[in-house]
């Protein structure tokens, strides 16, 4: 047996306990040993580097006959290339092809040979996948229900079942510390004036009669797929980055001399509440659809079930919306909102010197328990969101570090507080 290092293998039994605790079949597995060997040569690869970047890649473990219809077929969304001759899968041989196999558009398809791993095509999928894995609302996958581990960086591996993740790695952890500060009460309740101004406004243009409506929570999860595809795209794209949604302007006066020296702002006109004008069409819309299909009441799981072609456009529109938000904050400094999603400014420096010496680590979605640590623990970007939100107490701060960690910092329950994010 060949031996492999005690990282990857840690890897190896969480992948096994955690894949087959989300119910998918043990037998879509390779052996135990060859899961091992395989992560090993991808966490090995993941240290090299290639025209001075590290190896970026998606590995797919699929044997050539599960894609034979696509192979047969000229019109599948799926290029399936097979290489004349297999070559062996080893950590130099991924640094040679990750540039061919670009990590957003093909994935390197790997089989097992005489209990060995084989390169033995490239799947070219095009760049759909990064927003079909993170948008609720179409589920379908174009790959097969197989192991795919990607390797964004050094020490960090995302594994899964198709597009469905099942663990990830970074920093030589697995990520099993954090929550998703989606689903607690706390940070839903900080928007809800704007959720109950938008759902105001589309009453005020009801048809008469009209007797479909759409639910808040229709709008709070619409809103959180926008944000978790940008955090996922931040995180991939390995910069870091700040997100900061400040209090509405009707509602607080936030002095924003006093707090950012911004590298753009933008100027205060109907051209920064673009995503406010995509929510109203796609309310419209959407209880346009639903009142046609017999609906009382539009969901999010009624959204994701919907055909429209006008809805279609619109989930588009707001998955660009996202990307163009990840760009923003690709930028040095941080990207500025209100709670409207209203554009405010981007390449922000943090101002201000209010004195933060501690932070509260919530241990749980509303921060019931929560254990005390010294603010400077964290790196710059940390300590400046530390500052601001101890200085302005309604801001939310988003913030995501070059090694693609995430956490929510917020004033909650008289204590700042941050909470580990885990997608």
Not at 4 to 32: C, I, K, N, V
Not at 52 to 72: K, M, S, T, W, Y
Not at 272 to 292: C, D, S
């Amino acid at each position: 047996m060949k031996s492999f290092s005690h990282y990857p293998a840690d890897m190896t039994r969480a992948l096994l306990d955690r894949w087959e605790q989300q119910g998918f079949s043990r037998s879509l597995l390779p052996s135990r040993e060859l899961c091992g060997r395989l992560l090993d040569t991808l966490y090995q690869a993941s240290l090299l580097r290639e025209e001075g970047n590290h190896v970026r890649c998606r590995v797919l473990i699929a044997e050539p006959e599960d894609f034979d219809e696509q192979l047969q077929s000229g019109g599948s969304r799926l290029h399936v290339l097979r290489f004349a001759q297999p070559t062996r899968l080893t950590p130099h041989e991924l640094r040679k092809l990750s540039e061919a196999a670009n990590f957003y558009r093909s994935l390197l398809a790997v089989s097992v040979i005489d209990d060995e791993f084989f390169i033995w095509g490239q799947i070219v999928t095009g760049t759909d996948w990064v927003n079909r894995s993170e948008s609720d609302r179409h589920r379908e996958s174009l790959l097969p229900t197989r192991l795919v581990v990607q390797c964004l960086g050094a020490g960090h591996l995302i594994a899964g079942c198709g597009d469905s993740r099942v663990l990830e790695s970074a920093n030589g952890k697995i990520l099993t510390d954090g929550f998703d500060p989606f689903r607690s009460r706390w940070l839903p309740r900080r928007f809800q004036s704007f959720r109950t101004s938008l759902l105001r406004q589309l009453d005020e243009i009801a048809p008469p009669n009209s007797t479909t409506e759409i639910c808040d929570s229709f709008v709070k999860d619409v809103a959180q797929s926008v944000i978790r595809q940008t955090l996922r795209l931040v995180r991939e794209n390995g910069h870091g980055g700040m997100l900061i949604y400040l209090p509405r302007e009707h509602e607080s006066s936030v002095p924003l001399d006093d707090w950012f020296r911004f590298r753009v702002r933008f100027r205060e006109d109907d051209a920064t509440q673009r995503f406010h004008r995509l929510m109203i069409r796609l309310m419209i819309r959407g209880r346009e659809v639903g009142a046609a299909a017999g609906l009382q009441t539009v969901r999010w799981e009624d959204y994701g079930r919907l055909e429209d072609l006008e809805l279609v456009a619109l989930d588009q529109a707001l998955i660009q919306f996202s990307h163009f938000l990840a760009d923003l904050m690709s930028i040095d400094g941080s990207l500025v909102l209100d709670r409207g999603f209203r554009l405010i400014g981007f390449g922000a420096e943090i101002l201000g010197d209010t004195p933060v010496r501690e932070i509260h680590r919530a241990l749980d979605l509303e921060a019931g328990q929560c254990v005390v640590e010294p603010a400077d623990s964290g790196g710059t970007r940390h300590r400046s969101a530390y500052r601001l939100v101890a200085g302005i107490p309604d801001a939310t701060v988003l913030v995501v570090s070059q090694d693609g960690d995430v956490r929510f910092v917020a004033h909650h329950k008289k204590q700042l507080t941050y909470w580990p994010y885990l997608p």
